[in-house]
């Protein structure tokens, strides 16, 4: 009676356990933070669905907090669905020309609406490596937050008709590869250099924060 009176007690610290872990925010990462790589868009001119993103970089509680998309094949970061896009296109080799037309519209995805997750960014230099101008990606340790307010589809034309990036993780499609897509504001504050077209993408610490406590450093 005793044997089984334990087991019973033993059966319920399990489930209650496991009811503790799914009650955890799904938006935590581990405290040491996850690594992954940072690449750089313009969300202060960008049309979705006839919408005009107007996220780049706002106040939010007295420190500058900057937009940006999550890759939707990141495997720590959580997305809320209300970020997600669709339809996606059927025939992304078509829409390929509608990119270069500028015709193509992409998917619907929610913009303008700075209220998702937020995250610490730390810069650890230049993603696989790269060099700036044959010198190191300076700033490393420089940090900011970011907070998601749209996604990155990695078969979202945009991201697949970038036929002159081969590495899939700094267009959004790698798989298992945790991705955020930041404004280009934030890169002069990780690095100490503007942003122009082709400085590195960035290899970054990604830690979980409070969207009411963004940190920069």
């Not at 868009?41 to 900057?66: D, I, K, L, R, W």
């Not at 999550?70 to 020309?97: H, M, R």
């Not at 940090?143 to 078969?155: G, K």
Request: glycine share 10%; aromatic share 6%.
């Amino acid at each position: 009676m005793q044997s089984l009176v334990a087991l019973l007690l033993a059966g319920l610290a399990v489930t209650d356990a496991n009811l503790v872990l799914k009650r955890q925010s799904p938006t935590s990462l581990p405290p040491a933070g996850v690594t992954g790589i940072a690449t750089f868009n313009s969300y202060s001119n960008q049309v979705s669905s006839g919408q005009t993103t107007n996220c780049g970089t706002f106040a939010s509680f007295g420190a500058p907090t900057y937009g940006a998309a999550v890759g939707d094949l990141s495997p720590d970061l959580s997305l809320n669905p209300t970020y997600g896009c669709g339809p996606l296109p059927a025939d992304l080799t078509t829409d390929c020309n509608e990119v270069a037309d500028n015709t193509y519209q992409g998917p619907n995805c929610k913009a303008n609406t700075p209220c998702g997750t937020c995250y610490k960014v730390t810069n650890q230099g230049g993603f696989n490596g790269e060099m700036l101008d044959s010198q190191p990606v300076p700033g490393v340790g420089k940090f900011i937050t970011v907070m998601i307010i749209d996604a990155c589809p990695h078969n979202s034309a945009w991201n697949y008709c970038k036929t002159s990036v081969t590495n899939l993780a700094e267009k959004c499609m790698a798989p298992g590869q945790d991705a955020l897509d930041i404004d280009q504001s934030a890169y002069s504050a990780l690095t100490g250099v503007d942003y122009a077209g082709g400085v590195p993408n960035l290899s970054v610490k990604i830690e979980s924060v409070d969207c009411s406590a963004p940190v920069s450093g």
